[in-house]
């Protein structure tokens, strides 16, 4: 789990929460792509009411300008991992399900949700939204596109 330091978080018990309210749901589930990777909760320490922007998640990563930084529709995260296909099996359905409780989480705990992409063929992808405390936090998962 990536979690910044108490100091950066006016209110971490929040941040604790929401983890703790994850980590059960992301345990043992892969989000699909050339490389099935897992999901962890992550916090980052930008608070304001505005919406982030790229720039600010290359200075929250510290990344140099040369990465290349993208923010997607929300949905397109969730389109790949919700999406049941008549070819599933119990095990896909499971996933599927999994995902469903896991969106059902993310959307009672997190307004203002985005979604950056970082990176181009192994992709770091953060889901980020707001908690009541206005403590930013969300999902990690990498992707990978060749």
């Given at each position: ?13 929040e941040i604790m ?130």
């Amino acid at each position: 789990m990536t979690n910044e330091t108490p100091e950066s978080c006016s209110q971490p018990t929040e941040i604790m929460s929401f983890t703790d309210q994850i980590n059960p749901l992301v345990t043992g589930l892969f989000y699909p792509s050339e490389s099935d990777e897992p999901l962890d909760a992550v916090a980052c320490y930008l608070k304001q009411e505005e919406l982030l922007t790229t720039s600010q998640i290359k200075d929250w990563q510290m990344l140099p300008p040369s990465v290349y930084v993208e923010e997607v529709p929300v949905a397109d995260f969730w389109e790949p991992v919700l999406t049941e296909h008549d070819w599933y099996g119990d095990e896909e359905k499971a996933r599927t399900a999994q995902f469903q409780q896991l969106k059902a989480v993310i959307d009672s705990q997190l307004t203002t949700q985005q979604v950056f992409r970082v990176g181009e063929y192994e992709i770091d992808v953060y889901l980020l939204g707001r908690l009541s405390t206005g403590d930013r936090a969300g999902l990690k998962t990498k992707i990978v596109e060749t």
